[in-house]
């Protein structure tokens, strides 16, 4: 089932077979010269998909993507290159790395297993969260700038404090203009955020940028909404660590873990 969001707004155009442009939906929350990682995250899972639907795999699910940020990504056009670097009936393992300026900026890599029957044996996630229609809409563009962020429509369950945030996520901002997109990939769009929700230091005085994102899914996502429910630790030595249960509307779906790089500004 595909879903086409948000015809007149989007945070990508399709430049050809490859190629695409951000809009300023996209831009980055740390400076506005960059794209915010989130909606290329979904991206890159729009053109593996894309790639995988010429294979007709359909019996094999997404379990596990994992996203490494090699440098800056400018607010530039780009292209995204799919391979399929190990092929099987039952594992598959596919990567897609966005190229900007002939400069590998992110890599993703993502292993698609076979899909089953399996509600006999399900058990052991957390429990889902109160509905989001219920949950406290949020002013979040108070603490962060961006046209990303300004896309959002944020919902917190509870009251957040430092490194401690349960937070519903959406947005009316379609991935690629006029293109069905499924619900994986708009949700894992969503995702990256998660080190946002609330800061454990101001990030007008510290930075702690994450460098890679990795997503484990038990269930795939359906609905609109991603759940957070996000806890943020900072070490002693300059690195941290935001881990995330993931929920959709019918509860816990999966786990995501970022690492973080952490340094005062200047």
Same mark, same amino acid.
């Given at each position: 089932?595909?879903?086409?969001?948000?015809?007149? /707004?989007?945070?990508?155009?399709?430049?050809?077979?490859?190629?695409?442009?951000?809009?300023?939906?996209?831009?980055? /929350? +740390?400076?506005?010269?960059?794209?915010?990682?989130?909606?290329?995250?979904?991206?890159?899972?729009?053109?593996?998909?894309?790639?995988?639907?010429?294979?007709?795999?359909?019996?094999?699910?997404?379990?596990?993507?994992?996203?490494?940020?090699?440098?800056?990504?400018?607010?530039?056009?780009?292209?995204?290159?799919?391979?399929?670097?190990?092929?099987?009936?039952?594992?598959?393992?596919?990567?897609?790395?966005?190229?900007?300026?002939?400069?590998?900026?992110?890599?993703?890599?993502?292993?698609?297993?076979?899909?089953?029957?399996?509600?006999?044996?399900?058990?052991?996630?957390?429990?889902?969260?109160?509905?989001?229609? /219920?949950?406290?809409?949020?002013?979040?563009?108070?603490?962060?700038?961006?046209?990303?962020?300004? @896309?959002?429509? +944020?919902?917190?369950?509870?009251?957040?404090?430092?490194?401690?945030?349960?937070?519903?996520?959406?947005?009316?901002?379609?991935?690629?203009?006029?293109?069905?997109?499924?619900?994986?990939?708009?949700?894992?769009?969503?995702?990256?955020?998660?080190?946002?929700?609330?800061?454990?230091?101001?990030?007008?005085?510290?930075?702690?940028?994450?460098?890679?994102?990795?997503?484990?899914?038990?269930?795939?996502?359906?609905?609109?909404?991603?759940?957070?429910?996000? @806890?943020?630790?900072?070490? @002693?030595?300059?690195?941290?660590?935001?881990?995330?249960?993931?929920?959709?509307?019918?509860?816990?779906?999966?786990?995501?873990?970022?690492?973080?790089?952490?340094?005062?500004?200047?």
């Amino acid at each position: 089932m595909t879903q086409t969001t948000g015809l007149a /707004a989007s945070y990508f155009e399709r430049l050809g077979p490859h190629g695409f442009k951000p809009t300023h939906h996209a831009s980055g /929350a +740390w400076r506005s010269d960059e794209q915010h990682f989130s909606p290329l995250g979904g991206l890159l899972v729009h053109a593996i998909e894309r790639a995988r639907a010429a294979e007709q795999r359909p019996e094999l699910v997404l379990g596990r993507v994992s996203f490494d940020i090699l440098g800056k990504i400018d607010l530039d056009e780009f292209e995204i290159q799919v391979e399929t670097l190990r092929p099987g009936r039952t594992i598959e393992l596919v990567e897609a790395t966005a190229v900007i300026g002939q400069r590998p900026a992110v890599r993703a890599r993502a292993w698609f297993l076979a899909g089953q029957d399996t509600s006999a044996v399900a058990g052991g996630a957390d429990e889902p969260l109160p509905d989001a229609d /219920a949950a406290q809409r949020s002013a979040e563009t108070a603490v962060w700038s961006g046209g990303y962020i300004d @896309s959002l429509d +944020w919902r917190n369950v509870g009251t957040p404090v430092p490194g401690r945030a349960t937070t519903w996520i959406s947005t009316s901002v379609g991935l690629v203009q006029g293109e069905p997109v499924s619900p994986l990939a708009s949700y894992i769009a969503l995702v990256d955020t998660a080190n946002g929700l609330s800061p454990r230091q101001d990030p007008r005085e510290w930075m702690f940028p994450n460098v890679d994102l990795t997503i484990h899914l038990h269930r795939q996502p359906e609905g609109r909404w991603a759940g957070l429910d996000t @806890s943020v630790v900072f070490g @002693s030595g300059g690195q941290g660590i935001t881990s995330t249960t993931l929920h959709d509307v019918r509860g816990p779906i999966g786990r995501a873990e970022q690492i973080l790089t952490v340094r005062p500004l200047p």
